[in-house]
């Protein structure tokens, strides 16, 4: 997947996330709704004046936008979480608490 795709597929991710249609982010944007399928379907590549009326719009940063943590397999990400578990249990143990709590917040929805 090349980085049109990539871009393409988080800015949509983002957007459903966000609660956003296609046309209710065109509209905010400023650009076509088939400009904005194009974009998301990895056919086109953002203006930077898009791409900043895009992270405005979808209340995000670019590092967010484009972090590519999200494509990496399940299984990997799983070993890292657990990696980093065991250098907090090491280095930091009263932050495991935080992270206790963390983890139970996203179970809550």
Same mark, same amino acid.
């Given at each position: 997947m090349g980085i049109k795709e990539e871009l393409g597929e988080k800015i949509k991710r983002m957007r459903i996330n966000r609660g956003l249609t296609q046309e209710q982010l065109s +509209?905010?944007?400023?650009?076509?709704?088939?400009?904005?399928?194009?974009? +998301?379907?990895?056919e086109n590549f953002v203006t930077s004046e898009t791409l900043d009326r895009i992270i405005s719009a979808l209340n995000t940063t670019s590092e967010e936008l484009f972090a590519t943590n999200h494509l990496k397999d399940s299984n990997i990400l799983i070993e890292e979480i657990e990696n980093d578990i065991q250098k907090i249990k090491q280095n930091a143990p009263q932050k495991l608490e935080i992270l206790y709590n963390i983890v139970k917040s996203f179970l809550k929805e």
């Open positions: +509209e905010i944007i400023d650009i076509s709704q088939r400009a904005l399928s194009a974009i +998301e379907r990895g």
